[in-house]
């Protein structure tokens, strides 16, 4: 049984592009949430996709945005990209429960320069 | 607005040591509680989940408390390992929303 997969791995970024980071959730999970987590600081929320709508949205500007399919599977894009993003980015599936356990993704590592 | 801590922010001890780790919370209006580890550069691996109505949770040499009246969760690690060394990080699921708040974590060093 795969659990939360995300691609790619590691990414390095000019000041100002664009970023595309996916997340393709555990196996009977529907409820994607993302997280940005800075170096020595706990993961932030950004939003959390529920039935292809974003649910939730956590104190994160409009440059950050999602997307989520038919399959469940997610997207995090970051536009006009500044230093301060640079960070381990994490998907984390669940049931749609709010009481229910979160399974993590291994993070995408995003270097902004 | 909810939010998490954990002291001790780094914590270094000798193999066979038992140990605990502890986490406080604001808002008692919560969901559940989480604990996880996480490597360096890694993502989070699930510990124990302590639901709003549970007392304490258990598994293996971790057990995990909640008192949600007085805003706090101890995590107690039995018989230390190297292996341990990790951060370990709490997160609570407040009420009336579908969001989770992470304290920063505590990072532990299990010397052998």
């Known amino acids: 049984d795969a659990g939360v997969t995300q691609s790619p791995t590691h990414l390095i970024k000019t000041r100002g592009q664009q970023v595309t980071l996916r997340c393709s959730p555990k196996?009977?999970?529907?409820?994607v949430s993302w997280y940005q987590q800075a170096l020595g600081q706990g993961p932030q929320f950004i939003f959390q996709?529920?039935?292809?709508?974003?649910?939730q949205r956590g104190n994160f500007p409009d440059r950050f945005s999602g997307h989520q399919f038919p399959n469940y599977s997610s997207e995090l894009n970051v536009n006009a990209l500044l230093l301060g993003d640079s960070a381990l980015y994490l998907c984390?599936?669940?049931?749609?429960?709010?009481?229910?356990?979160?399974?993590f993704g291994p993070g995408t590592r995003l270097t902004v320069t | 607005k909810q939010e998490v801590t954990q002291i001790p922010a780094a914590l270094s001890v000798p193999e066979g040591e038992n140990l605990v780790l502890n986490c406080s919370f604001t808002?008692?209006?919560?969901?559940?509680l989480q604990w996880f580890r996480q490597d360096p550069g890694k993502g989070l691996t699930s510990l124990l989940l302590?639901?709003?109505?549970?007392r304490e949770q258990t598994s293996g040499r971790l057990n995990a408390s909640l008192d949600k009246s007085s805003g706090r969760s101890t995590l107690y690690i039995a018989a230390s390992q190297p292996g341990d060394s990790a951060t370990y990080l709490c997160?609570?699921?407040?009420?009336?929303?579908?969001?989770?708040?992470f304290g920063a974590g505590t990072r532990l060093f299990v010397k052998a």
């Open positions: 196996s009977g999970h529907d409820t």
């Open positions: 997160a609570v699921r407040p009420t009336g929303g579908f969001k989770t708040i």
């Open positions: 996709y529920y039935e292809e709508e974003e649910r």
């Open positions: 302590i639901q709003s109505s549970q």
């Open positions: 984390a599936s669940s049931l749609p429960d709010r009481g229910v356990e979160q399974y």
């Open positions: 808002d008692s209006a919560i969901y559940n």
